[in-house]
């Protein structure tokens, strides 16, 4: 490794974010493509380790080999060279998969996955990634143009479980760094890296569009530099002050249908200490009392379980991948938050026939093709499958939470899905 220091302003911004959220005990898989961004994440992150003097023997290096341009084979030597000292773990993809966008970072995550779970403690295992300040701000522009809340608008966090790791938290601490910053370190420092060519070609994809025809000019008015990235990384700086600070207190409240027995529901920010905890159980007026142990265990079991719930009374606390907010639902019925919606809804079998909207339990929906005449509407089963994969392994990919994916209504004919009405999923947000 060539790198003995980096710049303070880049240690000062980066650094913070290891001492908070790494220890000695924990493993990191550092994902490197072998591009600018990837390669600086991977030297700070080990310099930083080093320094600490842990064990390098928890780092690990992934490298996926997606085989679409000649210099793939390439960067794939390169890395398994570079990081010869560490744990690595490389993926090739089958030239025969689908290689649209979408595709591609399923199987990348796909293999991110297999990484982890290869690692016997992969319950204390993070993924860190190399997102900078430009990519974050693409996915604002992208989200915007998709229509998106303030949720949307901020996009990545530094720190949030992810949906396609299953729940495994994936750690961005580059976001409040450019791209300009990066290629400046890589040439001061002399990290090698290789360039993707494809990424300068508008006709790919949106974000590289957007990338090459209008942020070079918010970036640079009259051959001058703007305050634009600055201005960005302000308004995502007030927004983490503003998840950071509201538990004293501004909770999000969610609404919730009566046929599920829920009375309210409310979003908090993930507690991080034990009385962050108590804080919102304080604000919801939850008068059970817990042993400091016992607090210690909910904060373990909301930030590193990638499902389930925890009961208290008659609360239920879920942990959701929404932007890093955890669920708290209030005042069920008897525990019937999920017993009353199977109990009543999960033997409807309504045959389509004729393109008018029908009502499914509390939903109504649109049949809009003659195709679907004479298939069945109904609510899904454990067996079934939708776009070659099973139901399950398609919500993730499509980033719907997991509280909501049995109560999106299906179209199923000759024992396959035609469609999911995914759209539902706007009642709840």
Known sequence: MPITAFPSRVQDEVFPVFTKLLDPDKQIFIAVSAGCDSMVLACLLIMWWNDKNYSLSNLHIVHCNHKIRPESGMEAEFVAQFFVWFQI???????NLPITERDLRNWRYDCFRQAISSCSAQNNSLLALWHNLNDRIESTFLNLMRGCSRDGFCNMQT?????????TPALRPLLYVSKKQILDLCDQQKIPFFT?????DPSISKRNNLRQKIFDKLEFYDGKPT??????KNIYAMNLDLIQFSYGFESKSFPVHASRGVKSAFYFPLPETSADLVN???KLNLIHNLRSSQLQEWISRIHWSGTGRKQLGNSYFFKS????WSLIVLDVEKAQIWEHFWEKYLNISIPITALWPIEIGWLTVQISKDSRIWAILRYPQSWDTFAGKTR????INQKIPLIWRNF???IVQDGKILHMFKEVCKIWK
């Not at 720190?159 to 729940?167: A, M, P, R, T, V």
């Open 280 to 282: 919102i159980r304080k």
């Open 392 to 395: 399950n392994r398609w919500c």
């Open 321 to 324: 991948s929404i932007a890093g």
């Open 159 to 167: 720190i949030q479980s992810h949906i396609l790791l299953n729940q």
């Open 227 to 232: 305050k634009f990235l600055e201005s960005m």
């Open 89 to 95: 773990h490389l993926f090739e993809r089958d030239v």
């Open 196 to 200: 993707d060519q494809t990424n300068f």
């Open 408 to 410: 999106i209504p299906v």
